[in-house]
């Protein structure tokens, strides 16, 4: 029989897969011999086959429970029964990748109408036993049988108004005794449904509820958003309840053992006296500084220091730890990595690096490759923020960054204004789990509630997203859909602000940005990236800044100069469309003529500030419609500035139309058809160089001809480059080294890659055609449908995002096997957009390939991510 329950002395750390990253840290953490309350973790495979089996429990489950249930009582002396020793259980989710806030928690369960009798007896604190009771049935209600949280706290809310009562704690027990008999009321009112006083029946529904909250809504896009696999499920755990609600000597928190926002070595995190954990992440009280523990227990502050430490050299990382105080009395619920921003996490690498408790190949694995994008990104020019107007200075820089966008305050709005185009801000009390997809779709989320380790505040930093929380002198009405803010004007909805996550500020209007700032801790770790990484990583670039801005991320060349993208400058587009209106070659050699002296131009720019770096340039692309006018007016307007008539001109573009144009006559094709188009470019390119090379500076050129097909189109074509580069250099009495490759981007071309390696100097993989011609998906359309086929699971992955192993992986894999085998010399990089996503990298660095090329702002990530891969490789 399928063992399905682990007793937490039964686990450790390496067990991530089955017991989940909380259940496996619970049994680490006892076996250090840590105060962790006792208990049992129910494993992911039974989470699994639960959710095969339709939603139900399996027999080997359920006896397997009962019988740890037996034995947790006899290790505990406490039962769900006991008049003396009450047991009651925690019941919390525990995936192997850690899912903050995205699944469900039943704290208290076991009480019901006697047993909270017996707690109150037991502990001579009536308040104590109903306030723990009316928790658990909120929560439970909520969890298991859906009845709106707001149904719950909008009573709790008036009740307190009514009877005058600033806070949760001034509540009497006589109070939460009615509370709790009105929550019960609210049951039969939602659902006709009774709240279950039988502890098992409690049970077993809490565990069928956290399991089915792997599928909820929210955890689906939460896992769409960050990579996770929707097939790995969750675990449940089962843990002895203590009592952060149970006075003054009690408490509850979360901290960091460093700083999660930048990284310094300092104890980070917040408590509250007298509550329980949810009381924390929900943002619902203000919570103190952990600091202040020092004063108020410094006995168990000092254990509590001591304790993180030993958690972090012992996991060589950031943990974020969730603990409870129960008079006087420290105990852990869970350990983990925790969530930082991107300037944390390399500070945090670096320092653990410097302090001796990890390797430099072992820092590059604990930074998100998507974090990185985050410190690329501009802030708040100073300048600016003197003059703009402050809406509040009260906030928490919860997460670093400067956005600017209309104001919204849902997460139904914020993704519909998103979906419009339009940048917005969310602005709400607090936030919770329901509102990721409108945290996604925000440019940054403000919160009037909550502290540094709310829920909000956890979310956005491992979204990379700017977030300010406890903005307190701030009003927000979502139901006016306003904001007042001090000696200021009334904000509605639409109206423009900008956030300072960075510093906690909210101010008024759209403030001016300048470039992100690399820290020295971000040069080392990136130098560490490279020297560990195999691959190389060049850019796709063709504009100046562009250009500037990639080699300033160490781009070690480009490997995609698009220069269908010269054409399109008004003078040049004349001349372009002069050439294709041209009734015979002498007059698309005229044309040709005045492109080139732009052509000329432009490579100079680009081989110069290469400064001797391999630079690939791709002749032209697209079809030659593209570049022809499409509406009545343009087309009158050209017919003019060329001096031809619009009936020609519309005869001419009807010519040039095509069913299917990315099928049609375009790349190399238009070579074969017009052999002037290429020669005139590769003069432009070889006379550039030339120029350069009187100026002493050196180039690397290397000319991709694209979309090949056949052996012959890449011969034919090259034969007739190299006469013209031969002549060129004869005429000038110059000579440069130079390359031509072919662009890879049909299956055809994959299937007789090693016939073409024996005339190629170098490939480069165009993943974007090759995806589309191989699926036979239009990528322009895709969009329309593809996620649908994620969400059905008919895919994994939208296959224009992240490498499509099955299909186009192995294309590509043939391809360099067969062409490595002929020509073990020649070079081969990937310049479509899966060159910066970290997961096709991996594969792409198991292969024969020698370089990656992307966007320029996607250089730092990619070289992360090959140094990430590389170090995984070197551990095998």
Not at 750 to 766: K, M, R
Request: aromatic share 8%; net charge negative.
């Amino acid at each position: 029989m399928e063992k399905l329950i682990y007793a937490f002395d039964e686990g450790n750390k390496t067990m991530k897969d089955l017991l989940g990253g909380k259940g496996a840290n619970l049994s680490e953490m006892k076996r250090l011999g840590l105060p962790v309350p006792d208990g049992f973790t129910i494993t992911t495979a039974a989470c699994i086959d639960y959710l095969k089996q339709g939603g139900q429990l399996s027999d080997n489950v359920t006896s397997q429970l009962q019988e740890h249930l037996n034995t947790f009582s006899n290790r505990t002396g406490k039962s769900f029964s006991s008049q003396e020793d009450l047991l009651l259980v925690s019941v919390r989710s525990g995936a192997k990748i850690s899912m903050p806030g995205m699944m469900d928690t039943i704290l208290n369960l076991g009480l019901n109408d006697e047993n909270v009798e017996k707690l109150a007896n037991k502990t001579n604190d009536a308040r104590f036993a109903y306030d723990c009771y009316r928790r658990l049935l909120q929560m439970f209600g909520d969890v298991v049988y859906g009845v709106p949280m707001n149904r719950f706290d909008t009573y709790f809310d008036n009740y307190k108004k009514e009877h005058q009562f600033e806070s949760d704690a001034d509540i009497t027990a006589d109070g939460l005794k009615h509370i709790c008999e009105k929550y019960k009321d609210i049951y039969m009112e939602y659902g006709s449904k009774p709240f279950p006083q039988d502890p098992y029946k409690q049970l077993k529904e809490a565990i069928e509820a956290v399991f089915k909250s792997w599928d909820n809504d929210r955890a689906r896009v939460y896992r769409d958003l960050n990579d996770i696999p929707h097939d790995i499920g969750t675990a449940v755990n089962i843990q002895e309840m203590v009592f952060g609600n149970s006075g003054e000597q009690s408490g509850t928190g979360v901290a960091f053992t460093r700083n999660p926002v930048t990284g310094e070595n300092k104890l980070f995190g917040e408590y509250l006296l007298n509550a329980q954990g949810e009381d924390v992440v929900a943002g619902i009280r203000t919570p103190q500084d952990i600091n202040t523990l020092k004063d108020q227990m410094p006995d168990v502050h000092k254990n509590f220091v001591e304790v993180t430490k030993q958690l972090e050299t012992h996991y060589k990382d950031l943990q974020d730890i969730e603990f409870t105080i129960e008079n006087g009395q420290l105990y852990l619920l869970q350990t983990r990595n925790g969530k930082r921003t991107a300037r944390a996490a390399i500070k945090v690498a670096v320092d653990l690096v410097n302090e001796g408790l990890i390797s430099k190949e072992e820092a590059v694995t604990q930074v998100d490759v998507k974090s990185i994008e985050t410190l690329l990104h501009p802030n708040f020019k100073e300048e600016s923020l003197k003059q703009a107007t402050v809406i509040s200075k009260m906030g928490l820089p919860a997460s670093p960054g400067a956005a600017t966008g209309q104001l919204v305050f849902s997460a139904e709005e914020a993704k519909e204004q998103a979906e419009s185009g339009n940048k917005v801000i969310l602005m709400r009390p607090e936030t919770s789990p329901e509102d990721i997809e409108g945290m996604v779709a925000s440019e940054a989320i403000v919160t009037t509630h909550g502290g540094m380790t709310s829920h909000a505040a956890v979310v956005a930093r491992g979204m990379g997203k700017c977030c300010v929380t406890g903005c307190s002198d701030v009003e927000i009405d979502t139901v006016n859909k306003t904001v007042n803010y001090p000696n200021g004007d009334v904000l509605r909805e639409g109206d423009i602000v900008s956030v300072d996550g960075s510093a906690g500020d909210l101010y008024l209007g759209e403030i001016e940005t300048v470039s992100a700032e690399h820290s020295d801790e971000f040069e080392q770790f990136m130098q560490w990236s490279e020297e560990t990484a195999r691959l190389q990583v060049r850019m796709n670039a063709e504009t100046p800044q562009d250009i500037k801005s990639g080699y300033e991320f160490n781009a070690k060349g480009i490997g995609l100069v698009r220069t269908e993208h010269m054409f399109f400058g008004a003078e040049r587009l004349v001349e372009m469309r002069r050439f294709i209106l041209a009734s015979n070659y002498e007059e698309r050699v005229e044309a040709l003529n005045k492109i080139k002296t732009y052509q000329i131009e432009d490579f100079e720019s680009i081989f110069k500030l290469s400064d001797g770096r391999p630079t690939i340039v791709r002749l032209l692309d697209p079809p030659l419609h593209e570049f022809l006018p499409a509406s009545e007016e343009d087309i009158q307007i050209v017919a003019k500035q060329l001096d031809v008539s619009t009936d020609y001109l519309k005869r001419r573009i009807n010519d040039l139309n095509e069913v299917n144009p990315m099928l049609g006559h375009r790349g190399c094709r238009l070579a074969v058809t017009y052999p002037e188009l290429y020669e005139m470019q590769v003069e432009a390119i070889m006379s550039s160089v030339f120029n350069l090379q009187q100026q002493g500076i050196e180039s690397q050129p290397e000319i991709m001809i694209p979309l090949v097909s056949t052996v012959e189109e890449f011969t034919t074509l090259k034969k007739q480059l190299i006469t013209t580069i031969n002549d060129l250099e004869n005429e000038t009495n110059s000579k440069v080294p130079y390359l031509i490759g072919t662009m890879i981007e049909t299956p055809r071309a994959c299937l007789i890659a090693g016939q073409l390696a024996q005339h190629c100097d170098f490939f480069s993989f165009g993943t974007n055609d090759l995806t589309q011609l191989t699926y036979g998906f239009s990528r322009d359309d895709a969009g329309k449908f593809i996620n649908v086929y994620t969400e059905n699971n008919i895919l994994q992955l939208d296959p224009f995002q992240s490498l499509d192993n099955d299909g186009v992986g192995q294309l590509i894999n043939l391809a360099v096997t067969n062409a490595k085998q002929v020509n073990p010399s020649i070079k081969i990089g990937v310049c479509g957009e899966l060159g910066g996503d970290a997961k096709s990298i991996h594969r792409f660095n198991q292969l024969s390939i020698d370089y990656v090329s992307c966007s320029p702002f996607r250089v730092p990530g990619a070289i992360l991510a090959t140094a990430q891969s590389q170090a995984e490789e070197s551990e095998r």
